[in-house]
């Protein structure tokens, strides 16, 4: 059996020897090899040292002994010692004869390859070479064998468990043959786990499953020193014995270490950056924000910008709350003197009746009571008075003629009782026929308006505020807007959703007239040409209508258009030679002017253009 540990061969050694040598103590190291007890001779056999065989030339073989009896030969000279080989010792038959020959030693053997380790098993027990004892001389006691050296090449095993051996049966000991025909009976019983220290012959020793080269120390020294670590790897009970380990690891390059140093140190620099600036977005920075703002300076403004209109107007502009008849309302008027008197809409203080209550507030939140002065419907303008205030200031008054289409205007009120509101615009259309009012049915509260038109923004509560031009001076009062939901002109319609940039307002020089006579007198006069207009006529122009409206003349007797030609039926078409096209622009153009103008109209009678001259009359209002 070859399992790839060296062979150990000695000479004998009787028990009494055996018995001096020291039992080695068990080892802790459980891949070591097993130390087992000292050889005991066989039932039967002589205790005595047997003699030393001398090595001759082969004599003729005696009867064999019986089993447990050795044969007895004369002392022989003692072979002369010399160092064991690794390889096992021819078997030799000891007998009586003359000083032996010296026998040539035997050429070592090759040393055997390393066999693949076998998976641990329970060895088969080895017998021994059979051997005739004799009586001999003492044997001298054989120096004890150097170990051999492992075979170059073959590495160190990984340590493995190791694997306790299965129980052996015990063998009993075969019958003593002759040489020439049969074994030779061991001298002992052999212990397959054991191998030899003590110099003797003894069985082949198997080996421990994991098996290392022996360590070269003395044999005296019994405990070995603990193996050298070794890297582990995988056990392969059918590899080779010794196997070269597998090659350390490849150390990885610098360069790609720098590389993913690099990648790490970029990808913890952005996170922390990526945090400051969220921190920095949502916090406004580390320190304390301070904002940039323009140094105080000159708060003035030049007087025809529309801060510098504003600031001049807004003094002298009031704001008017007016309850009664179980109504309220609210609007806007402007101081004309320093007497108190204020001008207004007359649909703003219409409410009030004449037992309501109306209420004055200035820009500066100063408010007073005022009482009502006088009202005309059919130029839509009333003029309230105020008493006990100080300080007031009135607006200048402006020349509508002057205006022309496309002049910066500035519009200030009280839209939806907001007070002081202020918005601008431009001069967008003149002489605007509009009629407002007619909630009545019978027309007394109708107004007609040859009016100022601009996209000023005005809202329901501008009513009878100012309209500016650029030099603050009034030009106008603002009474009505044209509403996108219907058809009513008048503020204070149910139709009436807010400004649509097509705003009215009366020319401030037909408001100066009403104003003055309502302050005057209480009551404001009409400009008539003595004639009933056929309102439902469908032609181009105003028609004279045939009869009045309580079946009287269509034509007053001695009035303006008696007195200048004019006959039932005729069709007025212009003005002053401005186009009309029904009976209200007629209107419109006539209360234009004041009682006693001359007016110039042409007419169409029978097919034919006819142009007639006449003098304004007078009417008194309501």
Do not use: C
């Amino acid at each position: 059996m070859n399992n790839g540990k060296p062979n150990w061969w000695s000479r004998p050694s009787t028990s009494p020897e055996a018995a001096r040598i020291p039992t080695p103590p068990p080892t802790d190291e459980g891949d070591g090899d097993f130390p087992l007890p000292a050889p005991q001779p066989a039932p039967g056999q002589d205790p005595t040292p047997p003699a030393t065989a001398d090595l001759t030339k082969p004599a003729p073989t005696a009867p064999p002994a019986p089993t447990g009896e050795p044969a007895t030969a004369p002392p022989a000279p003692a072979a002369e010692p010399h160092a064991p080989e690794p390889v096992p010792a021819p078997a030799v038959e000891l007998t009586k004869s003359a000083p032996a020959e010296p026998v040539l030693a035997p050429e070592p053997a090759p040393v055997p390859e390393p066999a693949p380790a076998a998976e641990p098993h329970a060895p088969e027990p080895v017998l021994a070479p059979a051997v005739e004892l004799t009586k001999s001389a003492p044997a001298e006691p054989a120096p004890a064998p150097e170990p051999v050296p492992a075979p170059e090449g073959i590495a160190e095993p990984a340590p493995v468990p190791p694997v306790e051996p299965a129980p052996v049966p015990p063998v009993e000991p075969a019958p003593v043959l002759p040489a020439e025909s049969a074994p030779r009976q061991p001298l002992h019983v052999p212990d397959e786990y054991r191998t030899p220290p003590y110099g003797e012959p003894g069985p082949w020793a198997p080996a421990p499953p994991v098996q290392r080269p022996p360590a070269s120390v003395p044999p005296q020294v019994h405990h070995q020193a603990p193996p050298q670590p070794t890297p582990w790897v995988q056990y392969d009970p059918w590899g080779a014995t010794g196997a070269a380990a597998p090659p350390p690891p490849a150390k990885k390059s610098r360069k790609g270490l720098a590389v993913a140093g690099a990648l790490v140190f970029a990808l913890v620099t952005g996170v922390i950056g990526g945090g400051i600036g969220a921190y920095v977005e949502r916090n406004g920075g580390l320190t304390t924000v301070e904002l940039p703002q323009a140094e105080a300076g000159d708060t003035g403004r030049a007087p025809d910008s529309v801060a510098g209109i504003a600031a001049s107007a807004l003094p002298g502009v009031v704001t008017l709350h007016v309850t009664g008849n179980g109504s309220s309302g609210t609007g806007t008027g402007f101081v004309l003197d320093t007497k108190g008197h204020i001008l207004t809409n007359n649909h703003v203080v219409d409410g009030a009746g004449s037992s309501g209550d109306i209420s004055v507030t200035f820009s500066s939140g100063e408010t007073a009571r005022a009482k009502l002065i006088g009202k005309d419907t059919g130029y839509d303008l009333a003029v309230v008075q105020v008493t006990g205030v100080s300080g007031l200031k009135a607006l200048p008054l402006g020349n509508s003629d002057n205006v022309r289409v496309g002049d910066p205007v500035v519009a200030i009120g009280a839209p939806f009782d907001l007070s002081n509101t202020v918005t601008s615009g431009i001069i967008s259309a003149k002489e605007r026929p509009i009629t407002a009012g007619g909630e009545k049915g019978d027309g007394s509260d109708i107004s007609y308006v040859d009016a100022l038109q601009t996209d000023a923004p005005i809202n329901p509560g501008n009513s009878g505020g100012p309209l500016l031009d650029s030099k603050a001076r009034v030009i106008g009062i603002n009474s009505a807007i044209r509403a996108a939901g219907g058809s009513g002109e008048g503020e204070g319609g149910a139709s009436q959703p807010g400004s649509i940039g097509l705003g009215f307002a009366i020319p401030i020089n037909q408001g100066k007239r009403v104003a003055e006579e309502l302050i005057n007198t209480g009551k404001a006069t009409h400009p008539v040409i003595g004639v009933s207009l056929d309102m439902q006529y469908q032609g181009d122009g105003a028609r004279v209508g045939e009869k009045g409206k309580d079946g009287s003349a269509s034509v007053t007797a001695g009035g303006p258009a008696a007195k200048a030609g004019l006959r039932p039926g005729d069709v007025i078409t212009k003005v002053d030679g401005q186009r009309v096209h029904n009976g209200e622009e007629l209107i419109v153009k006539i209360r234009a002017h004041r009682p006693g103008d001359k007016l110039e109209l042409t007419l169409t009678r029978n097919g034919k253009e006819l142009t007639k001259t006449l003098t304004l009359g007078s009417s008194q209002g309501t």
